[in-house]
């Protein structure tokens, strides 16, 4: 992994790196059959404890990922910075699309219940009620 590793001492960072994130990952499939009651019945982790746990997990499986085989933990800082900085960018991007389509979907349905109240008719149906349906249809000249 740095540099002045000789090829047994690289096989054992390799192997650690394995085990480590091996262990992790059964830890958080064990939180997950846990916390949503599959192992025990009854019994279910509340979400405020389950989701930072797994969310924790995983981003430090990331992190000793992008630090230990992308060589990240290696660099010169300001090198690190550079890749670190937009992925930070990334995150909030995503976060800000999240909250932007959760409240356009709020509105959304907002409008949907003014429109049905101002029109008298249910939303979201695309069949007509069968008095407005014609049954008959004639041609006059």
């Known amino acids: 992994m740095a540099a002045g590793l000789t090829y047994e001492e690289s096989k054992k960072v390799v192997w650690r790196g394995f085990w480590l ?5 059964i830890v958080e499939v064990a939180i997950a ?3 949503n009651g599959h192992v025990i019945d009854g019994f ?3 979400i405020y404890v389950m989701y930072p746990l797994m ?3 995983s981003a430090y499986k990331a992190y000793f990922i992008v630090k230990e085989f992308m060589h990240m933990g290696h660099e ?3 090198l690190a910075m550079s890749v670190l900085l937009p ?3 990334l995150v909030w991007a995503i976060i800000a699309f999240l909250w932007e ?3 356009w979907g709020e509105r959304r349905t ?3 219940e003014k429109d049905a109240i101002e029109t008298g008719k249910k939303t979201g149906s695309i069949l007509q009620a069968p008095e407005d349906i014609p049954t008959m249809i004639t041609f006059t000249k």
């Open 87 to 89: 992925l930070l960018l």
């Open 55 to 57: 969310i924790g997990l």
């Open 21 to 25: 994130l091996g262990a992790i990952t």
């Open 44 to 46: 279910r982790l509340p």
């Open 76 to 78: 010169v800082r300001d």
């Open 101 to 103: 389509g959760a409240v």
């Open 110 to 112: 907002l409008i949907k």
């Open 33 to 35: 059959l846990v916390g």
